[in-house]
């Protein structure tokens, strides 16, 4: 830190992603990618695009805007596309937050959102999980702030019903509801046609988790075209070439690769099954997580050194140092090979004591 460094933000804590080895041939089981490569459409639509890196990308992604309003049934002014969730999340907590509108969200929840409103100073309303770290979502009516859920949640994994969203939309008719549905299409409903029916519900997703392209860094927002247009307002305002010309590319291909989609996603629904069973057959406590990763609690060994211990023996997981999940590791769901390391290490590990 220099001196130079402005005094509000001397006392921010950024977030701490999970580590990316430059090493390879770590198990990495860290940052729920997806372990399967991208489909060949989305190289080769890259590659095909890079040729024109001289040039601007279209600052309005209206061809990508097309093909996400059509595959999700929305008008393209209903939908603005991203640097990634992350940006979505960041402009939206910029439109409809401010020193004066807190922002309402879970105790246990994706660490970026706290981060964003120490950047932003907007004051947090903190609503603590169940002690099952279920949501209730009567604790969100009536609320007069904006709303961030994530559903499913990370790092739980628990997912809500769409129909107790639509309630939460509905008991805040002066506040937006920001639905963050990054793990969504791992067997669980969307909120997304219910924009149509809420102005005040903004759902994001991504294609990092279960479109194979975390590294191009591709995230849309859909709600109504005001909310749309809010976003957009802060969008030309920071960064209007936010999207680069080969991830718009990208978007636009795997929109279209729907079968290896759905393929993709139901191998890991499978291997997520198989792996929970495999964990509580060693002593393991689950939630049970609709997303790619599984939240775990080892009985036998404090999660922090079991977290020390897999990475020694080249397993990646992440462990979250916070006092509700201290017990816990998030450990991504991949290819069954992965998942058999991983075993082997905790057998290994456990065996050792
Ligand atoms: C991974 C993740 C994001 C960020 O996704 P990107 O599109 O990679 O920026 C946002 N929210 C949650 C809950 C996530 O797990």
Known sequence: MSRYLSDTLRGLRPYTPGEQPRRRNYVKLNTNESPYPPPTAVVRAVEAEARNLQLYPDPECRELRKAAAAYYGLEPGQVM????????????????????????????????????????????????????????PLRYHGLNETIVIAN??????????????????????????????????F???????????????????????SRQ?????????MGSKGLIAD??????????????????????????CGGYFRETCRQVMETRGWAAAALARRGFVLTNSRANFLFARCERMP????????????????????????????????????????????????KEG
């Open 231 to 256: 976003l957009e307002q802060v969008r030309n305002s920071l960064n209007p070439y936010n999207v680069n010309r080969m991830t718009q590319a990208a978007g636009i291909a795997a929109l279209q």
């Open 187 to 209: 067997g669980t409903r969307s909120c997304v046609s219910m924009v149509r029916q809420y102005d005040n519900l903004l759902v994001v997703q991504t294609c990092s988790k």
């Open 81 to 136: 596309a991203g640097n990634g969730s992350d940006e979505n999340l960041f402009f939206a907590l910029r439109a409809f937050c401010d020193e004066t509108r807190p922002l309402a969200h879970a105790d246990v929840t994706y660490g970026c959102y706290a981060v964003w409103c120490g950047l932003l100073h907007i004051p947090e309303h903190i609503i603590p999980l169940e002690e099952d770290f279920t949501l209730d």
């Open 303 to 350: 999660a922090a050194q079991l977290y020390a211990a897999l990475r020694r023996r080249g397993v990646l997981v992440r462990y979250f140092d916070a006092p509700r999940t201290a017990d816990w590791l998030r450990i991504t769901v991949g290819t069954r090979e992965q998942m058999e390391a991983l075993f082997a290490a905790l057998d290994a590990i456990l």
């Open 213 to 221: 392209m975390a590294g191009a860094r591709l995230g849309v927002a």
């Open 152 to 185: 499913p949640n990370a790092p739980t994994g628990l997912a809500l019903p769409p129909e107790d969203i639509g309630q939460i939309a509905a008991a805040n008719p002066d506040s937006v509801v920001i639905v963050d549905e990054a793990y969504v299409d």
